[in-house]
């Protein structure tokens, strides 16, 4: 199924994307974050570093399901925000909360299993953020490339154990966006198949 054109689409996500950041500001600005702000901003920014990047990996998935291809032409987009409210967050935790005390930061990452889980998602982040551009896929080859790419469902199951170790009590939304990524995943293995099926049919002579 053909997409129309839709040159709204990419500028409304993006908008869309960057209205939580506008409201966190205006929030810190007039005072109205709670008591603990900082944790505040932590968890949101978290929030929405997982929520746009689970998003970004369902657009492949949303393809494959319904045959339209504009969720394609956001899945890049939405895996920078994803990034970007990623980076965002470990800045609020390393510069606002923790002061750039290195000593304390590398501690805790290397001793508190929910930071160092977290620390790795974002790590992981770093290397399919720089290879997002068309420039990268052909230096790279599409091949490598996609390979390479596949490591954002490593990022987003690490980004899920984060938020299970961090909120320790009520699971329930961590393992929903955990049930998510594997109905995603399974999507996408079944995806794998049926090609490979359709391959060997091929490549079979016919009698």
Known sequence: ???PPYPWLKPGVLVGGLVPLALLA???VRDTLGANPIEYALHQTGMLALILL?????CTPLKV???????IRLRKLLGLLAFFYAVLHFLIYAVVDQGLD???ILEDIAKRPFITVGFLALVLLVPLAI????????????PVWQRLHRLAYVAASLGVVHFVWRVK???TEPLVYGAVLGLLFLIRIAEALRKRRARARRAVPAP
Do not use: E, H, Q, Y
């Not at 689970?54 to 369902?58: E, R």
């Not at 399901?65 to 969720?71: A, E, F, K």
């Not at 551009?133 to 080859?141: H, K, Q």
């Open 169 to 171: 009590k009520d699971l």
């Open 65 to 71: 399901v319904s045959g339209w291809t504009w969720p």
């Open 26 to 28: 205006l929030g810190f």
């Open 131 to 142: 290879t997002s551009t068309n420039a990268m896929v052909r230096r790279l080859g599409f």
């Open 54 to 58: 689970v998003v970004s990996l369902a």
């Open 102 to 104: 290195f000593p304390i």
């Open 1 to 3: 199924m053909a997409s």
